[in-house]
Structure formats: structure tokens, C-alpha cells
């Protein structure tokens, strides 16, 4: 619906975890056989054989979550060229619950990436700010290990497609801030109106992300048909938006603009 770019909401001191974890993942994405920005795992069929290792070894697979065992390798082939290239069978030890947290770090691609990070940039900081280091950080893994069970339970114990990206961690960065910041202005692109920038509360911004992940869940299925996983992006959602809730009490200062100097002493703006 929206593409925020900026949020109107200044912070008490550096988002240290939140710039971190961006960093974090853009690290492990470039080092990593997805991003083409190193040789060491080769090109053409053989590139594609080690991302699909990559994916199956780091990602998060429901299978394997509910079972708590790891999938024995299996010999895959991959397309290239119309042709088909068996891979060669990559055996490698994995701890199912572990790979939860792997998962988190782990994406499919430049625009899945850049995608997560810009709503983590945007709206990380603040939950942070309220959080605090340490708490921001075990609620952002927990909101992503949340999701990523709640999309395995959904799925079933059948499924053996990986799940890879921060977007349910993330999700639930989003839905706290709906509950602390919910009249916080957050500039925004607007595709359908020639990406025209736009302020609009951060209520509008996030309830219809929320909405719209519920409504394409619904078309495509909860399981993640279309290529990604709706149904952890809800549950990860509701997670932040229940913990903040009931554990988390509403900032008081008032918004930027009430100050003369655009924003209150001691606040790190953007």
C-alpha cells in the first residue's frame, strides 16, 4: 500500500542493537552464494547448487522444526538454461532450532533484504528507545522465533520449503510501535499515486501493512504459495503488538514539534 521512508519520531540515545542488526544482515547476505558479489561458490549450476544448500542448511524448514531432526540430503536439481544439473549431495550438520535464529539472517535476495532493513531502519529505532538495548534485542528474536513456529505449526509437519528472512522479527518490531507510537507521522511512498511522498499517522501506515498481509495471505494461501510467508509476517505482528500491550508502558514526552528547537535536548533525530 505504502512505502515508508521516514518517521517523524525522534530517540533519547543510538539505536546501537537496531543499526547493528542491519548490519548484521547486509554482512551475511553479501558474504553469502545470493548476493553475486563473491566467487568463491562459482557461477552458472554450481552456483545454484550452493544456494539451494545455503537455503536448506540456514533456513528454517517446518519439518525439521516440529520434528526437531534434521532432513537427511537429498540430490536436487536445478534449472539453468533449460537444462537440468543435479547437485551434488552437501552434507552438513544442523540444529533445527537453531536454524530459527539462522533463518532471521538469512535472504532470498538484494529487494528482500533492502526491503526488511528499510522498515527496520525506519521503525526499529524507537521500539529500541522504549525497549531499551538488551530487552529490543531478546523481543526481536523472540517476535522472529514466534513467527517462524507459528508458520511451521500452520504449514504443518509435511512442509520442506525454508523459510529465510527477518520479516517476522521484524514484523513485530512494527506492531509494537503501533501501540507506542501510534500518531507518530511516517512519510511514506505511495505507489499507486506515482510514489508521491505523503506524512500519514503511523496507525494508517502499519494497520494497513497488517491488513493487506492478512489479505494476500488469504489469496494465496497462509502456507506461503506465492513465495512468502504471510502467516509468519501476522503472527510475528501480533506477538510485538500483544508484548507491547502488556509489558510495555506508553512514552509521554511530546512529539517533536512542541519543542523550539525541533527536537528535545538529548535526542538523536534522522
Known sequence: MVIPIHDRNPVRRVPVVTYALIAINFAVFIIGPVSGLTTRYG?????????????????????????????????????????????????YHKAPIFSAF???????????????????YVFGNNV???????????????????ATYAFAAFTGPGSTQPLVGASGAIAGVLGAYLW????????????????????????LVLGGWFVLQWAYAQGAGMSGDAGVAYFAHIAGFLAGLLYAIIFVRRPRWPPVSGYPSGQPPGYYGR
Request: glycine share 10%; charged share 15%.
Open 43 to 91: 557461477s552458472g549450476p554450481r552456483l545454484a547448487c550452493a544456494q539451494n544448500t545455503y537455503f536448506m542448511e540456514y533456513g528454517a524448514i517446518p519439518k525439521e522444526l516440529l520434528s526437531n531432526h534434521q532432513l537427511p540430503p537429498e540430490r536436487i536439481g536445478v534449472q539453468q538454461g533449460g537444462q537440468t544439473f543435479i547437485c551434488p549431495v552437501e552434507r
Open 102 to 120: 539462522t533463518a532471521m539472517f538469512v535472504h532470498g535476495g538484494w529487494l528482500h533484504l533492502l526491503g526488511n532493513m528499510l522498515f527496520l
Open 128 to 146: 529500541e528507545d522504549q525497549l531499551g538495548r538488551l530487552r529490543y534485542l531478546l523481543f526481536y528474536l523472540g517476535c522472529g522465533l514466534i
Open 180 to 203: 507506542l507510537f501510534p500518531r507518530a507521522k511516517v512519510t511514506s511512498l505511495v505507489p499507486f499515486l506515482l510514489f508521491l511522498p505523503f506524512r500519514l499517522p503511523a496507525w
